[in-house]
Every structure is written in C-alpha cells, then in structure tokens.
C-alpha cells in the first residue's frame, strides 16, 4: 500500500458514458484534486466517435492510453504490462456494442473459474505493487477477438500473497450464513408454497402434482440427492421432488437398498434369508424401532434425524440422505439439544409422533 | 425543498422583521412542512426556529432506537404523536445479528406512558416487541390510531388481541414479514363490534388460522377499509365474500387462492372483482392455482403495484399473460422464475415502471432463472426506473455500462449475483467497470448494494462519483484497506455503510475517526479489524457506541488485541452505553 499512497501512480481508467457531458468533466476535473483527476471513466457509446482526453499532467501515461475502451483489466505489477489490442485494431463504439451482444450471445464462458477465483483476483492489481513499475496502461480488451479472451487465462502464479486471508471465507454459496440476503420468510418458498389441484382436497400434500390439471410447474426441478447406506458400497440416488411424506420416502429406501443388501448378506451368510427377515431390516427406519435408521446432512453440514420437521422444510434443506445401523445412531450426537434421561429410541419415537400430528 | 430554502434565506436576510411574527404564524407555515429532514433544517437556523419547531412536531423519525432516549425524545418533542423506531441493523435481517442482540420497545412505551405522551401512531422496524409492549401500548393512548410492524419479533397473536380489544380508535394494523407466533385465530374476534373505524388491516404474516366468520364480520363493518391483506388460512370463497362487501379496497393480498374455475363461487369472485375499481395494489397469492388468474383481469389495467414475491405458484404462461394487462404498473415485486423472456415482457408493457424487486425463487439451489439480459431489457422499456433490487445468476459489464445510460435516474440500485464472488461472465473481468458505470451515470443515487467479483477500483468510483450516496452495502469484494477509504473520503453524504467477509482493516476504519459521528452506524462483520483496532476508535470518539460481538469465550478475548473480530457495529449515540446489551455484546 505504501507504493500507492500517492494516485499517480494508478491506472488511469478512462469510461466516457456521456460525451456531451464532456464539458461538466471537464470543469469538475479542475475542481477535483489532482488525485481524482488521474482516473476518469469513459466509454464511447455505441455510434459515437471516440475520442481522447488529453490531460496535460499525465500526458506520458496517456500517451499508451490510446485505446478508450477498457473492462478493467490491469496488469499486474509482476508482469508485463499487457496490450490486448494496439490502438488500430478499434473499432467504432457500435460496432463494438453490437460484437459485444453477440459475443455475449454465444459465448460459454470456457475458462471455467471457482467461484472464489483466486488465479482471476491474482491477476488484478492491486495498486500497492505497483511501486516500481511505471504506470501500467489501461489495456484494452478487444472482445471482437476470442484468442484474446484465452489471454486471461489465469497467469503464471506471479502474486502470491494477494489474496487475503478473509477470502478464505469466501466459501461456495450453499454454506454461506447470511447468504443470499433475503429475508427468513422467503427462504423456503418454492418448496413451502402450493398450487392446490383444481378439486380442494385437503388431503393432497404440497408438492405432489395432480395428473389431471394442467401441469403446474413449480421453481423446483427434479431433485436428485444421493443416498448411501452402511455396508453398502455403492449409493444411490432419490428425487425428492417426487415424493410427498416421509413414509414414501421410507418405502422408497426400502426398495432401493433391500435388493442390495439381501444380496450382501447371502454373499456373506450364505444362505438365502427369509422375506420376513427382508422386511423386518426395513422397517421402521424412521422411528428407531429398526435395524436401519435414516438421517440426512444439511444445508449447513449437520447430520440430522429424518422425520423432525415438516417434509416440505425436509426438501428444502436436506443435502444427501443416509442409512446408518441403529445401534451407531444411538452412540452418536444428534445435534438435538435436549439432555436427558430418554433413550435415543424414546426421543425417536417421540419426534416420529409429533411429526404425524403436524 | 427549494422553496422551502429560498423561504429559509428570505429570512435569514430579514431576522430582524422575523422576530415580529408571532410564534402562531410560523408555526402555522411548518405546518406545511412534513418530512423529518425538513424540519430538522428548519429547526437549525435559528434558537427560535428551533423552540418552536420542536414544540409543534408530532411526526419524529428516530433511525436507531439507540441513538437517544425516549426521554430526551419526550422533552424535546412534546407535540409527539407519531414516532416511527428502528432497532436493529440492517444485516439482522439475514441471520448475522445474534438473536438477543437488542432493540426493544418496551422502554420506549413506557416512556411515553408514563409522561402521557398522546401517541397515534407507532411505526417499528427490526425491533423487539413483546405481548407485554403490547399490552402496555394498548392501554395507554387512548387515540392510539396506527400500528405498523415491519420485520419485528417477539410477540404472538395475543398481544395481537390486547391492541384489536383496547384500542378503540385502531385505523391501521399494518403488520409486514414479521416473526409472529401464532396462537390461533381468536385475536380477530377482540375487536369489538362496535369498532367500525379500520382503514387498513394486514396480517398476511400471521401462519396461523383465522376465523373466517369474524373476518367476514369486521369486513362488513368497516366501511373505511382501504387495505386489506389476508394471509394463508383465509380461503377463496371467503375472499369472494369480502370483496362483495368492500369495492371500495384500493390495496388487496390474496391469501389462499385455489378453487375450480367451473364453479358458482368463481363467478361470483369474478363478478366481484369487476366491482373494485378502486383497487390499485395487489399482493400475496400464497397458495394459488394459476389457472384461476384470469378473474383478476379485469382489475389489471388500474394496478400501479403487484407483488407476487410469495407467489411460486404462479409462473409462465400464466405470470405473463397477468403482466400483459398491467400497463399502469409502477411497482413490481416479482420471483426469478419469471426468467429473462418474463422480464422482457414487462419491460414492453409496463412503461411506467419505478420500482423492480426480482427475489431467488430457490436460494439453496442456487439457480436463479434471470441473468444480466432481463436487467439490461427492463432497463431499456423503463426508462423511469429508479429503484431495483435484483437477484440474478450473474451479470456483466457491459450490461452494466448499458443499464446505467438507459436509466440515469437510479434512485436505488441493488445487485446481488447468488454466487457473491462472480466476475463477469462473458470476460471474466471484475465487474468494476459497470458499478463503476452506475454511480458515474446516476448523480441522484442514494442506495447501492454490491456483489460480484469486484477490486478497490470499484470503490474509487464510488467515491469519486457517488455524491448523493447514504447507503452502501458491501460484501466479499474489495483487495486492502483502499477500498473503504476512498468510500469514507469521498462519499460526504454517506449514512449507513455495512459490510461484511471484505477485506477492510484498522487501517481504513480508523482512518477518519470524525466521520463516524455523521454518519448513523457502521457494520463490519468477517473483516480484517481487530479488537485493539476497535479499542482505539472507541477511545477517540466517545460519542460513539462500538459494539463487539465475537463468537469465542469473551475472556480470551480481552487479553488479544491483535485478534480479529467477527463483528462489529458502531453507531452515533447521545445515550451513552446501552444497559440491555446481552452477554456477548461488549461495548468498548
């Protein structure tokens, strides 16, 4: 930061937005300090013909200034100073904003950065490096030509110590507290709300779809998680979406894992075990009283009991399901905060109760 | 404001002859003058301006219930009548404020009972309010006309029912996004049947049932009933009932709205509606089959704002063809799963747009169905946009740069990109340049937020060229302490400014410590400020209340000044120290 502490040393970025302005930034120019006036904005709009500022203090900077139209790219005070396009290559405002819109039509964004872009960030200045080097440029970035855009990939790790140490909390999106910031009442909306089907029957359940209306489309597309099961080595898969209660999510997992597990324990066992030996490891996996018990992890990374809260609050916040021997639940926390004297079975049973009266 | 400064300096040249006016005559002329800011200018011109000013207002604004205490409010205003407070900062709307945080009524009730203050009107924000503040309110005033409740916790339906029973001259029960527990429906039937004067009555927030015979009761007796917003337990045949009873409504929130459209009561909603002309604000929809939609046709035309941002249900086909009829609109609140196309829509019907609200329909998902392409659509249709809040899957530069061109005239201008670190997504580029865009194109703005992969630069344009700019909300952007710094240097009219996970240190938040005190509070939560950082501010500037809250043991962090901390907040305060700070709330 020390290098930076007077302006001069900055980019000068230039964005004119509205040329007949000029003279308003030219007369606020003078009236702004001197370090204010090293960094104007300026963009030719589309059509209009570009034209250079020429400040007399910076002449010598400007003079790599040529080119007016800039996306903020700077070089790093590591690297070479770097000129997408040299001046010739511009063209006029429109034709720029018309290539634009359709570069922006068809362009995928190929180089596929983590959203916490460490190697993009890197590659910006930071103006307090800049200490030796000249002034950079303002480079120019010529979207007409995609080999440009292949430019940015990320530079041969020349900052290192950017980044600071809060980015580190610069997490994905899912995990983040407080993000996006909305309101706790809008949080669960897609899942929470309904289209009721045409005949009111109170019976129907918020996410399930009436074959005979309309399809009503709801925000929420198929919602897959994964599932796996203890001494199961591969897992599965369960849409959510298509299911409206917990006990069709029970007779779900029933199914996709009886096969697999009948199939284990004759491997193991041998022998071949009978149907009501099949069923019995099934049931009750909701309320405890099973061989299995079904938990699922969050939003926030808790393990969670299925069958607590309203299913429709389930979805919303259950990130992947799993089966665990109900004597390894029982050792473990649950991430309830009651204390006490019940068994972990009690406390099942007791949730599984309260879950029906909801 | 003009005249009211050329009337200002008129007298000011002329104090002489002004100390001939009696005391009457001036205060009949700021009679005419209503809003907070206004009287605050005109109370600083002079010692008698002040003393009568302050004597006559009944409308007081205290934006941090913190700053003063009712009873300095109280002695300065003794006219009091109406009295809007808000409590908490603006991110406790999104779970960064611990719960116990703060900012209760309760104080501010008995304050005003207890000096027989005549309070009408009482409009709360991010507070605390318990049944007991109700009960007490209730009973206090008995001209008590208006209770607004926004963002507020803390009570249930029964402190509900005290103010429906006792506040017999109740106007307005404005209750919007509030944390209400919900005991069930009887509140409604506290008031009393000879109560006849409700204008205006919305518990669209309430999840509990309603009695919907009650409802259909104080409906029919009110003939005053302007605005009506009925939440999700009150069902279609009984919206048909009341609309029947009252086509005077000029603002409407549709609770439940699913039925056959084949039926007798369809029609009859359909006949009912035709009769409100009047209405001109519609909301709600929390339960909906589309197909039903059409009924409300035929009020479109004479809407000027429509929230559906509780309304998932109603999508696509649908959504649009209800759009199409709303040429009049001015305010629209709407949920991204009307996508891009959607926008379009709206932006060639509703050309007399002020005020977008695009919310996520899926935040966990993370698919937000809009992108830079329904904002830069909106944008060109509606050139009288002034203020948008927009939720989108990502955003670009030069939509940015072709926003701010087509609308100059952004008031407010709120992005947020669901993946908050996001550079543009054509280039790649930090989206510097097109915030750097909007603060250069639109002189008048007075609110931003900010998101995306965004550097200092960005900030250096905002304090260069956002001279009108009170509130800035920043997070994860920014490189060093530049960032904040150009922000506190340039940005002179600057109120509120919160910030959270940037990396902003000691080095910028102590860097004008002075400019703390003109501005009404600070939040910086996740940055790189550190405790003896704090400390320091706190010891310069007294008349400021740092507050820290840190999610560690409170003992280690004494002895640690170099640790950082989670979060901050500080505000201007003639109060002094708040003594309703909880355990892990340290005021330095």
């Known amino acids: 930061m020390e290098g930076c502490s007077k302006i001069t040393e900055a980019c000068p970025q230039l964005l004119d937005l509205i040329p007949r302005e000029r003279e308003w930034l030219v007369k606020r120019a003078d009236e702004r300090s001197s370090e204010e006036k090293k960094l104007e904005l300026r963009l030719g709009p589309p059509g209009e013909e570009w034209s250079l500022r020429e400040n007399a203090k910076n002449a010598d900077d400007r003079e790599r200034d040529e080119s007016l139209l800039s996306l903020g790219y700077f070089s790093n005070g590591n690297q070479h100073t770097r000129k997408f396009s040299s001046p010739e290559n511009l063209q006029p405002g429109s034709v720029w904003f018309n290539q634009q819109l359709s570069q922006q039509a068809k362009a995928t964004p190929f180089l596929q950065f983590p959203s916490k872009t460490v190697t993009t960030r890197q590659s910006l200045p930071v103006m ?11 480079v120019v970035v010529d979207l007409q030509q995609s080999a440009e855009k292949k430019a940015f990939s990320p530079p041969a790790p020349a900052n290192t110590a950017v980044v600071p140490s809060s980015s580190q909390k610069r997490t994905a999106p899912g995990s983040v507290v407080g993000w996006p910031p909305i309101r706790s009442s809008r949080k669960n909306l897609a899942s929470s709300s309904s289209s009721k089907p045409v005949t009111d029957s109170q019976n129907e359940s918020p996410n399930k779809k009436v074959a005979s209306e309309k399809p009503v489309e709801t925000c929420k597309k198929g919602m897959f998680v994964k599932i796996n099961m203890d001494g199961v080595p591969i897992g599965r898969k369960v849409d959510l979406t298509a299911y409206d209660s917990y006990e069709k999510l029970s007779t779900v997992v029933d199914e996709l894992f009886r096969g697999l597990l009948t199939a284990q324990r004759d491997s193991s066992a041998g022998g071949i075990m009978s149907e ?45 399901l799993r089966v665990l021997k109900s004597s390894e639940v029982s050792a473990l926390s649950l991430g309830s905060s009651k204390q006490g004297k019940e068994s972990t079975d009690e406390m099942r049973r007791k949730n599984f109760a309260v879950k029906i009266l909801f | ?60 604004f205290i934006g941090n219930c913190y700053a003063i205490s009712p009873e300095r409010v109280i002695e300065r205003f003794p006219a009091l009548k109406s009295i809007a407070l808000k409590g908490k900062p603006h991110f406790a ?79 307005e029960l404005d209750l919007q996004e509030n944390e209400v527990e919900d005991h069930r429906g009887h509140w409604l039937s506290c008031f009393h049947d000879s109560h006849t004067s409700l204008v205006s009555l919305n518990f669209a927030c309430l999840k509990g049932d ?102 998932p249900g109603i999508q696509g086909g649908e959504l649009t063809k209800l759009i199409r009829h709303c040429r009049k609109l001015q305010r629209l609140w709407i949920l991204d799963c009307i996508g891009d196309k959607g926008l379009e829509v709206v932006a060639s019907t509703c050309k007399d747009l002020q005020e977008l609200r695009v919310f996520p329909s899926d935040p966990y998902i993370g698919h937000a169905a809009v992108t830079e392409e329904g904002l830069v ?28 061109k087509n609308c100059p005239n952004f008031i407010r201008f709120r992005l947020c990109i669901l993946d908050p670190t996001k550079p543009d ?15 250069h194109s639109c002189r008048g703005l007075r609110r931003l937020s900010l998101t995306g992969l965004l550097t200092d630069q960005v900030f250096l344009y905002i304090g260069m060229y956002a001279e009108q700019l009170e509130m800035l909300s920043i997070a994860f952007a920014g490189d060093s302490d530049k960032g904040m710094q150009y922000v506190l240097n340039g940005c002179k009219r600057l109120r509120k400014l919160e910030i959270r996970d940037s990396p902003f240190g000691n080095g910028a938040l102590l860097m004008d410590v002075g400019k703390y005190e003109a501005m009404r509070s600070l939040w910086m939560s996740s940055c790189e400020v550190t405790l003896g950082g704090c400390k320091t501010l706190a010891k310069k500037m007294p008349r400021l209340n740092v507050e820290i809250m840190n999610e560690n043991e409170q003992t280690d962090f004494i002895f640690d000044d170099a640790q950082k901390v989670d979060k901050m907040y500080l505000y201007r305060t003639l109060a002094g120290q708040r003594k309703d700070a909880p355990d892990f709330v340290w005021t330095l």
């Open chain 2, 93 to 171: 709307d999104f779970n960064l404020v611990p719960h116990e945080w703060g900012g209760f009524v309760y104080p501010w009730i008995e304050a005003f009972a207890r000096n027989r203050v005549g309070l009408e009107e009482l409009r709360l924000k991010r507070m605390v309010v318990s049944d007991d503040s109700l009960e007490l309110l209730s009973r206090s005033f008995a001209n008590f006309k208006s209770l607004v409740l926004v963002s507020c916790e803390g009570f249930t339906t029964d402190g509900l029912a005290a103010i429906a029973a006792n506040c017999r001259c109740l106007r």
């Open chain 2, 377 to 404: 659509a909106i944008s060109s249709g509606c050139p009288k946009l002034h203020s948008i809040l927009y939720f989108c899957q990502q955003m670009t530069n030069a939509a940015l740069i072709t926003v701010a």
């Open chain 1, 128 to 138: 307090a490096k800049e200490s030796s080097q000249p002034c950079c440029t303002k």
């Open chain 2, 425 to 439: 997504a054509v280039t790649q580029q930090p989206l510097d340049e097109g915030f750097g865009a909007i603060v």
């Open chain 2, 1 to 60: 404001m003009v005249s009211l400064c050329s009337f200002i300096s008129y007298y000011w040249e002329e104090e002489k002859r002004m100390n001939y006016f009696p005391d009457e005559v001036l205060e009949h002329v700021f009679d005419f003058v209503t809003s907070s800011r206004d009287r605050n200018a005109l109370s600083q011109v002079c010692k008698s301006w002040y003393r009568i000013e302050s004597s006559s207002r009944q409308k007081v």
């Open chain 1, 276 to 320: 009501q030996e099949e069923e019995k490891a099934f049931m009750g996996v909701l309320d405890g009283s099973g061989e299995y018990t079904l938990v699922y992890e969050d939003n926030e990374g808790d393990r969670m009991l299925v069958g607590d809260v309203p299913w429709h609050m389930f979805v919303s916040m259950v990130k992947r």
């Open chain 2, 210 to 311: 309603i009695n919907l015979g009650v409802l259909e009761r104080l409906v029919a007796r009110s003939p005053n009933l302007r605005s009506l917003r009925l939440n999700r337990a009150v069902p279609f045949d009984t919206l048909q009932k009341i609309l029947m009873q009252s086509p005077n409504l000029v603002d409407l929130g549709v609770g439940s709205y699913v039925h056959d459209p084949d039926s007798e009561t369809y029609d009859k909603l359909v006949t009912a509606i035709e009769k409100c002309k009047s209405v001109r604000s519609l909301s709600g929809f929390l339960d909906v089959a589309p197909h039903c939609l059409p009924a409300f046709h035929s009020i479109c035309p004479n809407l000027t704002s429509l929230n559906l941002s509780y309304a």
